[in-house]
């Protein structure tokens, strides 16, 4: 499957009401990615990622996940792991109850991989799952994920909560089972940073709307932000794209997209 | 799932258990005695009038009877509400069903389990008291002082299979209210209040309806005169009871002096005035008191005379036909909430 497509959105929106969360979103991520989902709060990260899952329907615009329509059925959910903003766990349950649970919901569960995990992670299986620091639960909450192998995983501001520690420990673990998994990830965080070390690929959301959306590599070779004095946005050499400007009184600040390299450094 | 369901439901079901199961071996432990005490007082006053028996052994156990009967009526609306509405809201109030609903599993069949298992939890629950308290209360539902006879609002909803269908009915309400308000104490606090109401109404509104009541008129008579009065000036005064001769234990929806004419006798706060001599006559004072005989001689002349007591009434024989009208109520109810709850889950929640 290497290659192809786990994810095609084609003119994808979701309303809320009269409130578009998401609007004309037209995507193809290609697979064995850790794709980095960015913007700022509200920007329809949430909403994006709660499609691709199938918790909603579309309101215009179509979405097709690992080649399946979302929530198509179980065999669908089975493909698909989803890490939900919080990591919600419940509280009354200890940690071999979660095992459990993902065990007896799971036809694909590797229970191997869900106990060599918490043991690695140094849980206790007896703990209550309340009790838990927020980077323990997180850390069970992505070990439920990861042990329903999943061929996508979808992760929805999974470190926000996190202080730094346990956001650079969460992140670092889940590297190293997108690499031994075999998963494409998709990775949503409205801090740039949580992303930069661990993401190959890049979506932007801004408003409801899709800025960008690439290699993080290829984004970062065509995008340039010049600084220079203060000059007129639309006089910028051909084949320049201008993503945003910004202006003081004597400076331009302008971010332009070009696959040419960049003549007029001032 | 079915695990799951029951990791979770445990322990409300143990302390639920912890509750009932001492009440049940009560009751399972008095319930012989007393029909044996009922059997042998009847015995020995009968052929003749049972009424004094049946008095004294109903109000030596009143407050057993009134205990075990308000735990049949509660116990539906405490399913509804701390089994019915944390069932889902719960879980939407802590983010879990995004957890739960990621599992490879729909949404369509977590609902289903969950709906299911605690469900007949709930209407077992209710079950099990209701026929318990039906068998333990039988002698003390057939010598019941009025107001508290089976087919009386109060003692009704507490006896038979009706307690079932209030269950099923509370719990899935609070499910639904759950679903809908998303917060577990605005659903509880929103399940009882509709659930209450409605347990209000259903006897005052609606019950009553079910089957047309009959409408009769009787003779007076002392099984359906509660007072008879003669005030130092005018006419003697006859209130009537809600009972009516010949129909024990029926369900009296309204009952009033009629005058010989048919129309409803002028009455005060004493009672219903009857135009007929005190001064002569059988209502005269008589000169020899003699307990019972002067009344009764008395209340032949005013029917004589043309007065009867209309009344309407559900005879006692419907009580199983209501049981089951009701139950099935309750149950269509019950249906059409747990339809909305599959739609609210599927379509409306995340």
């Known amino acids: 499957m290497n290659g192809t497509a786990v994810l095609q959105a084609r003119g994808l929106g979701r309303k809320y009401g009269r409130r578009w969360a998401l609007r004309d979103c037209t995507l193809d991520l290609p697979a064995g990615h850790v794709v980095g989902l960015v913007g700022p709060n509200g920007a329809g990260k949430t909403t994006l990622l709660k499609l691709a899952a199938g918790w909603l329907a579309p309101s215009s615009g179509g979405i097709s996940v690992l080649g399946g329509s979302p929530a198509g059925g179980p065999a669908?959910?089975?493909?698909?792991?989803?890490?939900?903003?919080?990591?919600?766990?419940?509280?009354?349950?200890?940690?071999?109850?979660?095992?459990?649970?993902?065990?007896?919901?799971n036809p694909g569960w590797d229970a191997a991989l869900a106990r060599e995990r918490i043991a690695r992670l140094d849980l206790d299986p007896a703990h209550r799952a309340g009790k838990l620091s927020g980077g323990q639960r997180a850390q069970l909450a992505l070990t439920l994920g990861l042990a329903k192998r999943p061929r996508l995983l979808l992760l929805d501001e999974p470190v926000a909560a996190l202080d730094p520690l346990a956001r650079r420990e969460f992140l670092q673990t889940l590297m190293e089972a997108v690499a031994e998994l075999d998963l494409s990830v998709v990775l949503s965080s409205h801090l740039v940073s949580d992303l930069e070390r661990t993401c190959?690929?890049?979506?932007?959301?801004?408003?409801?709307?899709?800025?960008?959306?690439?290699?993080?590599?290829?984004?970062?070779?065509?995008?340039h932000r010049l600084t220079g004095p203060r000059r007129d946005p639309g006089r910028l050499p051909a084949g320049q794209d201008v993503v945003s400007a910004h202006h003081t009184d004597r400076q331009s600040t302008i971010i332009v997209r070009t696959d040419t390299p960049i003549l007029d450094p001032a | 799932m079915i695990w799951l369901t029951w990791r979770q439901f445990r322990d409300s079901a143990a302390m639920t258990s912890a509750a009932l199961v001492p009440l049940a071996a009560v009751l399972a432990l008095t319930g012989p005695g007393l029909a044996s005490d009922y059997a042998t007082g009847l015995a020995s006053c009968a052929p003749a009038d049972c009424v004094r028996f049946f008095d004294r052994f109903f109000e030596a156990h009143q407050g057993a009877f009134m205990a075990v009967t308000v735990v049949v009526l509660v116990v539906p609306g405490l399913v509804g509400l701390f089994w019915g509405a944390p069932l889902i809201a719960r879980e939407l109030e802590s983010g879990t069903h995004l957890l739960v609903w990621n599992q490879s599993m729909t949404r369509t069949r977590w609902l289903a389990v969950k709906l299911t298992l605690t469900g007949l939890a709930a209407v077992s629950a209710a079950g099990l008291c209701s026929l318990m308290v039906t068998w333990w209360s039988a002698p003390l539902d057939r010598s019941a002082t009025p107001g508290f006879a089976l087919m009386d609002p109060a003692v009704f909803a507490a006896r038979g299979i009706v307690p079932l269908g209030y269950a099923a009915f509370a719990f899935v309400l609070g499910v639904a209210m759950g679903t809908l308000m998303r917060r577990t104490l605005p659903a509880m606090a929103v399940t009882l209040a509709i659930f209450a109401a409605l347990q209000v109404a259903m006897p005052l509104l609606i019950r009553p309806h079910l089957l047309p009541p009959v409408s009769a008129a009787f003779e007076l008579d002392p099984a359906n005169v509660g007072n008879f009065g003669v005030p130092p000036d005018g006419s003697p005064r006859v209130s009537v009871d809600q009972a009516v001769p010949g129909h024990p234990g029926a369900w009296v929806l309204s009952s009033r002096l009629i005058d010989p004419s048919g129309r409803p006798a002028e009455t005060d706060a004493a009672g219903a005035a009857v135009q007929v001599s005190v001064t002569s006559g059988p209502c005269a004072p008589p000169e020899v008191p003699e307990a019972g005989r002067s009344l009764r001689v008395c209340l032949d002349e005013i029917n004589?005379?043309?007065?009867?007591?209309?009344?309407?009434?559900?005879?006692?024989?419907?009580?199983?036909?209501?049981?089951?009208?009701?139950?099935?109520?309750?149950?269509?109810?019950?249906?059409?909430?747990?339809?909305?709850?599959?739609?609210?889950?599927?379509?409306?929640?995340?």
């Open chain 1, 76 to 105: 669908q959910l089975a493909k698909i792991g989803f890490v939900a903003q919080d990591t919600p766990v419940y509280p009354g349950l200890t940690v071999a109850d979660h095992l459990r649970l993902g065990a007896r919901l």
């Open chain 2, 304 to 350: 004589r005379l043309g007065y009867r007591q209309a009344a309407t009434y559900q005879p006692f024989e419907r009580f199983w036909a209501f049981q089951w009208i009701e139950t099935g109520i309750y149950a269509v109810l019950t249906l059409g909430l747990t339809g909305f709850c599959f739609w609210r889950v599927r379509r409306r929640v995340p």
């Open chain 1, 200 to 223: 190959d690929h890049l979506i932007v959301l801004v408003d409801s709307r899709l800025q960008v959306a690439g290699e993080v590599d290829d984004l970062l070779a065509t995008h």
